[in-house]
């Protein structure tokens, strides 16, 4: 799912959590695959590596629909309740992928406040990789509180630029290797098929009105996947073998060795997500599916 989930990051809430943690001595590599739980697992230290499956070429289009539950707070006056939905649709148009996402999330806090927080995301991403389009917009408590539009191009030497528009414009740099969201999950299937442990690869999407991020994923070895019990097709949640992926976030800009944001997903070959949860620092949400549909993609 793009950047994995561009929806779910809810780029606006950093705010509302402290992310000032730190990353143990043992380094933020071998700290990434304890986190996924594949480093007991990892092929180097234990049994030889199996045959590769076989990456992706696209990604399936499909609309996923998830609940969403606080499972961790580690704030003594931040948020302490959380329920919400979102609804995300990827559907291939032969050169691209429109991404659509519909979060709704209310949220309480320890000192009686609550919020309410509509976050609509939708972006257009070409198969070469070397354009997109994206408008992003939230709402708190029924008022706009973030909105803008923009286009990332990329020029034939690989290097690009990502333009954000809304009050004023930021004009962002892209180095040669940066990747669009889509581009991301199809390379980290690649990384996971090919039994590779670690990616680390520069981003941009739209969805972080900060530019471009690293993302530095750890991938645990396959695992069969299970039926889960959700509407609509289940199917598509159970077909195949699914990777543990654990990622951090961290803004290109920065110089800090600690993460802005961690997520976790179990991500199917097909690019579709079958659970994901989500660190801000000062609480941890889980996406649970709860309903999974297949989308019918125009012809080519």
Not at 23 to 40: M, N
Not at 144 to 172: M, P, W
Not at 186 to 215: H, R, Y
Not at 232 to 255: D, K
Request: aromatic residues 8%.
């Amino acid at each position: 799912m793009g950047l994995l989930f561009p929806l779910g990051r809810l780029s606006h809430m950093k705010a509302l959590g402290s992310c000032a943690r730190t990353v143990p001595a043992l380094g933020l590599a071998a700290w990434l695959l304890l986190a996924t739980g594949a480093w007991a697992a990892s092929p180097a230290l234990s049994a030889s590596k199996p045959a590769p499956d076989k990456a992706a070429v696209d990604l399936l289009s499909h609309r996923a629909i998830y609940d969403m539950s606080l499972i961790k707070v580690s704030q003594s006056d931040g948020v302490r309740a959380a329920t919400g939905t979102m609804i995300y649709t990827l559907t291939d148009r032969c050169d691209g992928y429109t991404i659509e996402t519909n979060l709704s999330l209310n949220l309480a806090f320890a000192n009686g406040n609550e919020n309410q927080i509509e976050q609509k995301y939708v972006a257009w991403e070409a198969k070469d990789g070397r354009s997109s389009t994206f408008r992003f917009q939230v709402l708190e408590n029924g008022k706009l509180s973030k909105a803008y539009h923009g286009t990332v191009k990329f020029r034939e030497d690989g290097t690009g630029t990502a333009t954000y528009e809304a009050e004023n414009v930021s004009i962002f740099d892209l180095t040669r290797g940066t990747l669009l969201s889509t581009g991301h999950t199809l390379a980290l299937l690649k990384s996971a098929t090919a039994n590779e442990q670690f990616m680390s690869k520069l981003v941009i999407d739209g969805s972080f009105d900060e530019g471009p991020f690293w993302i530095t994923a750890a991938i645990a070895p396959s695992q069969k996947g299970g039926v889960v019990p959700v509407k609509g097709a289940p199917g598509l949640l159970s077909e195949g073998r699914y990777w543990p992926i654990g990622m951090a976030y961290f803004p290109a800009t920065s110089v800090q060795p600690i993460p802005e944001y961690e997520i976790s997903q179990n991500l199917l070959g097909t690019g579709i997500t079958r659970s994901m949860v989500q660190d801000f620092g000062g609480f941890t949400l889980a996406f649970n599916p709860v309903r999974m549909e297949p989308v019918t993609a125009p012809p080519c």
